[in-house]
Nanobody, 118 residues
């Protein structure tokens, strides 16, 4: 079982920045996709940013131009740089990885809380 551990969340003022990290317990170099999702209270979990193994990236419209997903395969780590944060970005952010072993498996981290408030 692949373990994903997020970190970097916290309380930030509107307009501020945070950088989230997700460390995987094994290689993500050949993962079909890695990404970030978020869930706010009373809302469904939504995709924030997703990157395939081929380098294509999809961002939610609400975060385009503000968030950047990246990865460091040598460190088995996925990052989410979040700039110009807005109160509506407040949510628990989850790391996601889709990795083919015997079949395509989806893994989730436990999440890290991001709160954007004055």
């Amino acid at each position: 079982q692949v373990q994903l551990v997020e970190s970097g969340g916290g309380l930030v003022l509107p307009g501020g920045s945070l950088r989230l990290s997700c460390v995987a317990s094994e290689s993500i170099a050949n993962a079909n996709a890695v990404g970030w999702y978020r869930q706010a209270p009373g809302k469904q979990r939504e995709m924030v940013a997703d990157m395939t193994r081929y380098g294509s990236i999809v961002y939610a419209d609400s975060v385009k131009g503000r968030f950047t997903i990246s990865r460091d395969n040598a460190k088995n780590t996925v990052f989410l740089q979040m700039d110009n944060l807005k109160p509506e970005d407040t949510a628990v952010y989850y790391c996601n990885a889709k990795i083919f072993k015997m079949s395509l498996e989806t893994y989730w981290g436990q999440g890290t809380q991001v709160t954007v408030s004055s």
